[in-house]
């Protein structure tokens, strides 16, 4: 199905754009192309890759917080299923970003530091690299996303070889909220001004919605001229993004 004759929610409750689909960099990958992978990543910012992890170890991940954690707490709903994961409350998240016991658990650790995932990055990188030990896990409830943001704003006072993989543990169409990128924007000209200003700021005590440059991106594409990319991913997809690459995810605007 194509991306372009779809209309998706990008922020908030009524604000949408049509939207284009994503770069798929997967043939590079499978070809063992390092090079080309770098010099589509200098050039869009992002990386979109099919199959990087083995779909078997991102469904126990799934399975593990589903029956685990979100279950026993309280948050789903009796008709959930580990493939259908329906609240009980449509309106409340189950805050897995104050979990970080979740993000440590053995199958989740078996999807986010995947041997598959240092092959890449130490790659793209040119070196061996690390990752940090804090990682943003999130269950999004219904008419709730992320915010148009950098991840400089989160990641920038260190190192500034930084890579995020976004992962989505299980299937995530556009209507759930995936992924959704400004091809461009670490580089382009007409993005500069952004750069220096929302770029060099950092993220508030709150560590989340005080790094957001807005909650509106239909705006923030209007204002900059351009469109927002994003894609349907499945178990095992990655989405690599640069640390001034503009991104958010698309408003979930489904019961799961």
């Not at 000209?189 to 993220?203: I, P």
């Not at 900059?224 to 997809?237: I, V």
């Amino acid at each position: 199905m194509s991306l372009k004759r779809r209309r998706v929610v990008v922020a908030g409750d009524t604000a949408t754009r049509r939207t284009a689909p994503m770069y798929d960099s997967s043939p590079l990958w499978a070809a063992g192309d390092i090079a080309g992978l770098r010099q589509r990543l200098d050039r869009d910012g992002y990386l979109l890759l099919r199959n990087v992890l083995p779909a078997t170890d991102v469904n126990d991940a799934r399975r593990h917080i589903v029956e685990c954690v979100l279950r026993p707490e309280g948050f789903l709903s009796p008709a959930a299923t580990v493939d259908r994961v329906q609240a009980a409350d449509a309106s409340v998240s189950p805050g897995l970003l104050a979990r970080p016991d979740v993000a440590r658990s053995a199958p989740v650790q078996a999807v986010l530091e995947h041997a598959q995932l240092y092959r890449l990055m130490d790659g793209l990188l040119g070196q061996p690299c690390q990752t940090v030990g804090y990682k943003w896990l999130r269950a999004v409830a219904h008419r709730q996303f992320t915010g148009v943001h950098t991840d400089r704003v989160y990641l920038g006072k260190g190192s500034q070889r930084v890579l995020t993989a976004w992962i989505p543990i299980g299937h995530v169409s556009v209507e759930e909220g995936s992924m959704m990128v400004a091809a461009g924007s670490h580089r382009a000209r007409r993005f500069a001004g952004l750069r220096e200003g929302y770029g060099k700021t950092s993220v508030g005590a709150d560590g989340v919605e005080s790094g957001w440059l807005s909650r509106d991106g239909d705006a923030v594409a209007e204002q900059w001229g351009f469109t927002w990319l994003t894609a349907d991913f499945n178990p095992g997809d990655v989405c690599v993004i640069g640390l001034d690459v503009l991104h958010l995810s698309a408003s979930n605007q489904t019961d799961r």
